[in-house]
């Protein structure tokens, strides 16, 4: 399996900008996936992420919630990102893995947890 994000770019404070993901592998439907980001100077952390053992569905990061959704499709995954911030600057990692069988969707988004698959990463600049 692998994913490769695209997508990023500058974009000024307020506006809107989404992020593809393509993940590859067998059975891609029921693999778990995240967002992460990493800005600069500081750690990375999850952003959105499912499992797909958790029945309540995706979770978000407090400061993303209202303005990012993750979607997908086959074997696509998109974090649609609006009323973007200078703050939501960073690189941004989509990730995969194929077993969380007891991992909550907010639990794969933490440290705890280790991805199989991680993109190169895309970054992503909000203007001021």
């Known amino acids: 399996g692998a994913a490769r994000e695209s997508g990023g770019g500058l974009v000024q404070s307020g506006g809107s900008l989404r992020l593809s993901c393509v993940i590859t592998?067998?059975?891609?439907?029921?693999?778990?996936v995240g967002w992460f980001r990493q800005a600069p100077g500081k750690g990375r952390e999850g952003v959105v992420c499912d499992s797909n053992t958790d029945r309540s569905g995706p979770w978000s990061v407090v400061s993303v919630r209202g303005r990012f959704t993750m979607s997908r499709h086959e074997n696509m995954v998109y974090l649609q990102m609006n009323s973007l911030k200078p703050e939501d600057t960073a690189v941004y990692y989509c990730?995969?893995?194929?077993?969380?069988?007891?991992?909550?969707?907010?639990?794969?988004?933490?440290?705890?947890?280790?991805?199989?698959?991680w993109g190169k990463g895309t970054l992503v600049t909000v203007s001021s």
């Open positions: 990730a995969a893995s194929r077993w969380a069988e007891g991992w909550s969707s907010a639990e794969i988004c933490g440290p705890g947890y280790g991805m199989d698959y």
């Open positions: 592998g067998s059975d891609v439907n029921s693999y778990n």
